[in-house]
C-alpha cells in the first residue's frame, strides 16, 4: 500500500518514529538500531515501509533500504516469523550477512541472533534457503554468489548418494568431514563414498 513515506521526522522512540508528510502523521516502528541511523528531528527523512495487517494489528514497519525492507518481507514467510521478530533479526545482522549465512547453512551464525534457537535457524534456513538463492542471484556480491555455487554442487552429490543408495543422515554426516570448496561433483562424492564405505 505505502512503497515509502518520505517526510519531516516529527518524533524519535525507542521502537518507532513520527513522519510527518503532507500534514500526517505517520507511526512507523523500525528497530532501534535503524532508528539511530536516521537523521534528527525536523528534518526530511525517507524511509521504505511495509503495511503490516494482521487480525488484531496494522502497523507500518520502516526500512533506510530496499534490502532491508525485501529480507522482512521474506522473513514474513517463515512460519513462526511475525514482524517484531524480523525487525530484530535485521536490528542484529546485514541483510547479505543473514543472506550468506542462510544460503551456505551456518546455523551457528544465526542462533547468535537474540531470540533464535537451534529449531528456529533450521526453519529459517528450510524456507528461506531457496528463495535467497533466486534473489541474490540478480545480486554481484561475489561471497553469496561463492555461497550459492558451493549450494548447489552439496545439493547434487546428496542427490546422486541418495540414488545409490544411502539415508540423509549419513550422507549429511560424511559430508561434515568434507571440504567442498574448490570441488567438483565428482569429486565430493568420491570422497563420500570413501567416508561411508569405512
Partial sequence: MYAYINGKIADKANNYVVIDAGGVGYKIYMSPTTIEKLKDVGEMQKVHTYYYVREDNISL?????NEELRMFELLLSVSGIGAKSAVQILASITPSAFALAVISNDVSKIVKIPGIGNKTAARIILELKDKLKTEQAMTKDEKIEQ??????????????????GYTSKEIDKALESIDIRGLGVEEIIKKALGILGK
Fill in 61 to 65: 514497519y520502516g526500512f533506510l533500504s
Fill in 147 to 164: 555461497a550459492i555455487h558451493e549450494d548447489n554442487k552439496d545439493s547434487e552429490a546428496v542427490t546422486a548418494l541418495q540414488v545409490l
